[in-house]
């Protein structure tokens, strides 16, 4: 059997530990917490500077980057421009498109090379042009178009210069070819 000295003798060991914790806890470390907290506050304030820092940089960088794909996009357009405007300046293309496309960069391309670009109503007959129709797929109305071959379905815009590019090698090719056909008849 535990004697009443035991328990005495450990209550009192465990409010003189109490108590020593309180004291070291609120006085004696309260100074060593407080340097340390800063010195944790200073360190992050400076990762986070950098850190800041190194992000304005990786703007400024990205900004520049994108100015040079713009500029080279832009003389990319005008080699294009010169390539083609000889033989395609004053043709006549047709454009359909479903309604979700958007084709103002590429109707601005082919003016840009001195190409008519109208829009085209299903039914309407394609005189002396190319009819360039943009869908993911073929209209069931094309198939109603007459004998020679004067369209070309394109599924994709052409979003990028090499794209565009090939587009207008495919146009330039193909009115050609129209050009020919109508000089021998």
């Known amino acids: 059997m535990i004697h009443f000295r035991y328990h005495l003798l450990s209550l009192t060991a465990v409010f003189f530990a109490l108590g020593v914790g309180i004291l070291l806890g609120g006085m004696a470390g309260h100074s060593w ?3 340390g907290e800063q010195e944790v506050l200073a360190k992050m304030e400076a990762k986070y500077d950098r850190a800041l820092k190194s ?3 990786l703007k400024q960088q990205m900004n520049r980057l994108l100015m040079e794909v713009e500029r080279s996009n832009e003389e990319v357009i005008h080699l294009m421009a010169m390539r083609y405007s000889h033989d395609l300046s004053g043709s006549k293309v047709f454009v359909w498109n479903q309604p979700d496309l958007k084709l103002a960069p590429i109707k601005q ?3 840009s090379v001195g190409v008519d670009v109208l829009p085209y109503q299903e ?3 394609v005189e002396n042009g190319l009819l360039l129709v943009f869908a993911h797929e073929e209209p069931e109305w094309v198939s109603g178009l007459p004998a020679p071959r004067r369209w ?11 794209k ?4 207008l090698d495919k146009v330039q090719k193909l009115l050609t070819e129209m ?4 000089e021998k008849s």
């Open 33 to 35: 917490f407080t340097v």
């Open 152 to 162: 070309l379905r394109i599924e994709q815009v052409p979003d990028s210069p090499a």
């Open 179 to 182: 050009r020919l056909e109508h």
């Open 109 to 111: 391309l082919l003016q």
């Open 164 to 167: 565009q590019w090939a587009l």
């Open 123 to 125: 039914g309407a007959t």
């Open 55 to 57: 992000n304005n940089e």
